[in-house]
């Protein structure tokens, strides 16, 4: 696996990569877009901080692109949605630099609220004053904390260490974390009316992009403290430079801008405020933090090459990795029942019904769902599907998709059903459960089936009556086939019958055509399934 690494990561990180004789990487830092679009076509994983865009362009001219390493928390630079269309993994490190980054929070607001940074300048520069330098003590002041993630709740954390109240406000996160971390959940109204300390740690997108502009300064305390750790524009930059000035805002910390470096006029400006303590992206800069993202990132690059369940992408969906052991084996059933499937579909398909019965359906069953979507599309178009683009494309060719739970089951203690409905009406249902871990498929259509789903199959519909096992036997034979097993369904007595063959060999069309012939079969079809198990699930980080 050829990897490029475009920005600085720490080389304890990248030599777990080094040692591994499955990987050629190349550290290329400082290159220009059109430098990047012009090699990147040769690696199929690249490893980037926040130096590096990874967009539309990078991606179109990645053509063998398997994977965006992300070494750090953010994603904003990585055109998440388009590579997931491209069936592009991306992820990231979202819990390396946490404590780096909730540390830094405390540094910012402890060298605002006690002149830290003026202080030391005034000092330097030879003078002794102590009057203009008098600070603000946390204790007894009420913080607001926006985002009560793992930085979020790191940051309330050691606020509440300082015997400050603590409010937050996050719509995502469960009342009981917040109970935990012994805070109160509150509307971001509140936080802004009654806050003395309000600091930011939410990521930066549609939703949060000038989340805190005019409006939400004009509801603020006067003399209110205003940190922003996390993501440049999450705070209008110019809304606070105006509240900074008119002193409604009376200290503000900044870490993260909305241009990086700084170049506007405004910026410049807001930078040079004698009440704002200002920092150049610092919140993950530690020794410690730059080791451990690059150790994150490097590890899940080599669980992708293992096939093991990846960890932190981002637009894959995943299992509760303590539930994985018992997981897999139903991701192997899934596939190869799409597997099987899709090769008796023979019209467009419009609809795909995912059920699941028993036991497994007290779990989260949406990544079994995609990875039998996955391996569906991968047999109707021309692209690689794979479980971070099977749901896009699926919409894209305007199949519905169903999942559907029930914790009854009649004969099984795990059964899982999958149904294709096509043009006209057409419909095809398999069920699948398992036998001692291994696939087993126990119904076709409305029949009650028992067979191992082998390399080589013959299934077929006719009407039963005498003789029919034993021309199906003998045309085989004269075509040296052997049949290594025979399962039979019917309706009725001399209704219809359902056969499916295992055979030690692959039968070709002309022995079809001759055995439809004979038996007058109303439907047959030879099947192929592929012969390892199938790891289009284990590929994608399930």
């Known amino acids: 696996m050829k990897i490029i690494v475009t920005d600085e990561v720490a080389s304890e990180g990248l030599a777990l990569l080094k040692q591994d004789p499955r990987v050629e990487m190349d550290v290329r830092l400082g290159l220009k877009k059109d430098e990047l679009l012009k090699v990147i076509g040769d690696y199929e994983v690249i490893i980037t901080r926040s130096g590096t865009t990874v967009d539309r362009d990078v991606l179109d001219a990645g053509k063998k692109l398997k994977m965006v390493a992300r070494a750090g928390v953010g994603i904003d630079n990585v055109d998440v949605e388009y590579a997931s269309s491209r069936g592009v993994i991306v992820v990231n490190a979202p819990f390396g630099n946490t404590n780096s980054a909730a540390e830094h929070t405390m540094a910012l607001l402890l060298s605002a609220c006690r002149n830290v940074t003026i202080a030391n300048a005034s000092l330097k520069g030879g003078e002794w004053k102590r009057a203009p330098f008098t600070g603000i003590e946390l204790k007894g002041k009420t913080a607001g904390v926006i985002g009560l993630g793992k930085v979020g709740g790191r940051v309330a954390t050691r606020l509440k260490a300082f015997e400050c109240e603590v409010l937050a406000c996050d719509p995502y996160i469960a009342v009981k974390r917040a109970h935990d971390l012994g805070v109160k959940l509150v509307s971001h109204d509140e936080i802004y009316k009654n806050c003395d300390i309000i600091t930011v740690h939410t990521p930066l997108n549609e939703e949060t992009l000038g989340m805190i502009g005019e409006r939400e300064f004009s509801l603020m305390k006067s003399g209110v403290i205003v940190l922003n750790v996390a993501r440049g524009g999450v705070i ?27 170049k506007t006029d405004l910026l410049k400006e807001l930078i040079g405020q004698d009440k704002l303590v200002v920092t150049p992206h610092l919140g993950a800069n530690t020794f410690e933090a730059q080791v451990n993202v690059a150790v994150d990132v490097s590890r899940e690059v080599l669980n992708y090459l293992d096939e093991q369940p990846l960890e932190n992408a981002v637009n894959i969906p995943r299992f509760d990795l303590a539930l994985m052991d018992q997981m897999r084996p139903f991701l192997n059933l899934m596939s190869t029942m799409s597997d099987f499937c899709i090769q008796l579909v023979d019209t467009n398909i419009s609809k795909v019904s995912f059920g699941f019965s028993g036991n497994i359906a007290h779990y989260d069953c949406t990544p079994i769902t995609v990875c039998g979507l996955a391996a569906l599309l991968n047999k109707v178009v021309e692209q690689d599907v794979n479980m971070v683009n099977a749901s896009l494309i699926a919409e894209q060719m305007g199949i519905t998709v169903e999942e559907s739970k029930s914790t009854q089951t009649d004969a099984f203690s795990n059964l899982i059903t999958l149904v294709l409905e096509g043009e006209g009406g057409k419909r095809r249902l398999i069920c699948g459960t398992l036998f001692e871990g291994m696939p087993r498929i126990v119904r076709l259509r409305d029949y009650t089936m028992d067979f191992t789903p082998e390399e080589h199959m013959l299934l077929m519909h006719y009407a039963d009556r005498p003789g029919m096992i034993g021309k199906i036997g003998t045309i085989m034979g004269q075509h040296e086939i052997n049949i290594a097993s025979m399962n039979l369904g019917r309706s009725e007595k001399k209704g219809e019958a359902m056969v499916i063959l295992s055979l030690d060999s692959a039968v070709p069309q002309v022995v079809v055509d001759e055995i439809k012939k004979a038996t007058e079969a109303t439907f047959i079809k030879a099947l192929h399934m592929p012969t390892a198990k199938c790891n289009r699930c284990s590929s994608c980080g399930i």
Not at 236 to 248: D, F, I, M, Q, V
């Open 236 to 262: 209008e930059e110019a809304s606070l430079l105006a509240n900074l000035k008119s002193g409604k805002v009376a200290l503000a910390a900044v870490d993260v801008w909305s241009e990086e470096p700084p």
